[in-house]
């Protein structure tokens, strides 16, 4: 049996149940994490996902625009707040309504892609609610949340 063992931190944030594999696009959406010392545990055994990752940052507690963004490529991620050793606070990712200039289009021939402009997605609402979709603003094209590349930086 694998065990996970996650170090305690003191101050900081632990992102939990993140789909396996994502992790590392999770630290792409909080821009790398700086200053701040990240760890990262990949394909840990879950009973709810089958494989999950786990990040955890050190002295830096995300804003709710960041947790935001962390739903749209880990929708099940649990959101653990720690100060002095304990649960501060938990919160539940929120998939958003729009997405503002944090993923490009995948169209190529969005005129995202070739003039400098933000990039907005709205949340899609088809038939289906169970899938997470996004429409892009600009070329009105439909596309799954996890088909949107994230930007970097
Ligand atoms: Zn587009």
Known sequence: ?????????????????????????????????????????????????????????????????????????????????????DVAEKRKVEIPGKIDNITHCPNPNCITNKEDIRTLFDRYRGADDDKTEFMCHYCERIYPADGLKIKVG
């Not at 990262?40 to 996902?49: A, C, F, R, T, V």
């Not at 990040?55 to 804003?63: Q, Y």
């Not at 490529?73 to 050793?85: F, G, H, L, M, V």
């Open 1 to 85: 049996m694998k065990q996970l063992k996650v170090d305690a931190i003191k101050d900081g944030t632990v992102i939990d149940h993140i789909p396996g594999g994502k992790a590392v696009q999770v630290l792409k959406i909080l821009g790398g994490g700086k200053e701040a010392t990240v760890s990262i545990g990949m394909n840990l055994n879950s009973s709810k996902l089958g494989k999950k990752d786990i990040v955890k940052i050190e002295n830096h507690e995300l804003s709710a625009d960041q947790v935001n963004r962390i739903a749209i490529i880990a929708p099940t991620a649990s959101i653990t707040i720690i100060r002095n050793y």
